[in-house]
């Protein structure tokens, strides 16, 4: 079974710290990707990966930034932790093809910063 | 540029069909898919369309794809409330010729089957 791993399911930080979300494929997939996912706002990507230490500006980087320093982990670092990055975080990875390719999600980590 | 829209919430009756439909702006989409996803959980891949197709049938899944007109659309026959969930539609989008790709989601439809 293809496992897509995040390192907490919650987490509450306080305003102004420095967050890590940690997630690990065992797939061997090259693309790996960040969400936030919001009410009414679906899935949004903050980044992606497409090889180890590559990395791609998303549709909302700011306030973010990623590394990639091995390929089956993928972290997503809040800088200066704020309220209005309380929210749901998924990871995904997936496979590099040139046909159909299936994302494989992460059970999600529910960030609350207050 | 890159969007997808959908309608937020769909409620049906247990037993009819459920019919959920997506825009989207990227006429160079080569696959379109459709995203479950349960209370508490991850998304997972419920189906595709390759560009190409018109219809795909899986099961009590149908899905229609109009490419002039952009407009995706996955049918539920027979809907159980086991398929209460949050469907989402996602195209996929080539980000380099090496065969990277990106997915793009819609916000999203809630699916409600009350009896």
């Known amino acids: 079974d293809v496992k897509v791993t995040q390192s907490s399911r919650y987490l509450v930080k306080r305003t102004g710290e420095k967050v890590f979300l940690e997630c690990v494929q065992d797939?061997?997939?090259?693309?790996m990707f960040w969400y936030r996912q919001d009410p009414g706002l679906g899935l949004r990507l903050i980044y992606f990966s497409y090889d180890v230490k590559m990395k791609e500006k998303g549709d909302i980087p700011e306030g973010y930034s990623v590394s990639r320093e091995k390929k089956e982990r993928f972290s997503l670092i809040l800088e200066s932790a704020s309220t209005n990055q309380t929210s749901m975080y998924l990871c995904?990875?997936?496979?590099?093809?040139?046909?159909?390719?299936?994302?494989?999600f992460g059970q999600g980590t529910r960030l609350t910063v207050v | 540029g890159e969007d997808v829209e959908q309608s937020l919430f769909l409620s049906v009756r247990e037993g009819d069909s459920s019919v959920i439909n997506c825009t989207y702006t990227d006429s160079s989409s080569t696959y379109l898919y459709w995203y479950k996803q349960e209370p508490g959980a991850g998304l997972q891949l419920l189906t595709y369309i390759f560009s190409n197709m018109d219809m795909k049938q899986d099961q009590r899944l149908t899905v229609l794809l109009n490419k002039k007109d952009k407009h995706l659309s996955l049918r539920i026959a027979d809907t159980q409330t086991g398929d209460s969930a949050i469907y989402f539609c996602a195209e996929s989008i080539s980000f380099f010729s090496g065969g990277y790709n990106k997915l793009i989601f819609g916000a999203g439809t809630r699916l409600a089957v009350h009896p």
């Open positions: 797939m061997d997939h090259e693309n």
């Open positions: 995904a990875s997936s496979l590099s093809t040139g046909g159909a390719t299936e994302a494989f």
